[in-house]
Structure formats: structure tokens, C-alpha cells
């Protein structure tokens, strides 16, 4: 089994910065993608980024220039640094991660619980 947890939501003015954080244990052999998604009250989840396990990013274009997505891949973790935020960005934010729990077992897809992001004045 594996736990996904997100740190770093909070309040925050519109222009401000959010870094988010996500740690993953529990049986891990491997992570494939990891990634960030968000729903907002009341819409469907959505992809804000993924990174790929050599680095490379994918970000949604709501979110391109403004966000950066990063990983350790020694620490087992992924992070979120949000700049420019706007009310639109208030969401519950999720992380993700594609986990293999041994050589030559199955990818599973893990989720964290979410942490809340609220951009107001």
C-alpha cells in the first residue's frame, strides 16, 4: 500500500505564491508519473501538471508560465510552486502518482487526500 501527502495549501491573495508539496510511502518499487490535479466546487478534477519520472513536465494551459512542477526522485516527491494565483485557482488540489510495489508488478494509480488552495482578498 501506498500514502500520498500533500502539504502547503492555505489562503492567499490574488498574486501570491503557494508551493504544494507531496511525500509518497508505503511499498514503492518505482514511480512512474506524478502529477497535480484540482477540483473546485462544484467542477470536475483536473489536471493541473504531471511530471514524467526522467523530469519532463506537462502543464494544463490555465496554468502554464504561472506553475512549475518538480520531483525528487531520491525523496519520493513531487512539488507544486504557484505563482501569480487568481481566484480561479481555488481549488482542492491533489496529488497523483503512478506506483509499482515491486519489479515487474502492475502500475498502480494512488491519490492523495487533497489540500485545500483558496486565492481571495
Known amino acids: 500500500q501506498v500514502q500520498l501527502v500533500e502539504s502547503g495549501g492555505g489562503l492567499v491573495q490574488p498574486g501570491g505564491s503557494l508551493r504544494l508539496s507531496c511525500v509518497a510511502a508505503?511499498?514503492?518499487?518505482?514511480?512512474?508519473?506524478m502529477g497535480w490535479y484540482r477540483q473546485a466546487p462544484g467542477k470536475q478534477r483536473e489536471l493541473v501538471a504531471t511530471?514524467?519520472?526522467?523530469?519532463?513536465?506537462n502543464y494544463a494551459d490555465s496554468v502554464k508560465d504561472r506553475f512549475t512542477i518538480s520531483r525528487d526522485n531520491a525523496k519520493n516527491t513531487v512539488a507544486l510552486q504557484s505563482n501569480s494565483l487568481k481566484p480561479e485557482d481555488t481549488a482542492v488540489y491533489y496529488c497523483?502518482?503512478?506506483?509499482?510495489?515491486?519489479?515487474?508488478?502492475?502500475?498502480?494509480?494512488?491519490w492523495g487526500k487533497g489540500t485545500l488552495v483558496t486565492v481571495s482578498s
Open positions: 511530471i514524467s519520472s526522467r523530469g519532463i513536465p
Open positions: 497523483n502518482a503512478h506506483v509499482a510495489a515491486r519489479a515487474y508488478s502492475n502500475w498502480i494509480n494512488y
Open positions: 508505503g511499498s514503492i518499487f518505482s514511480i512512474d508519473t
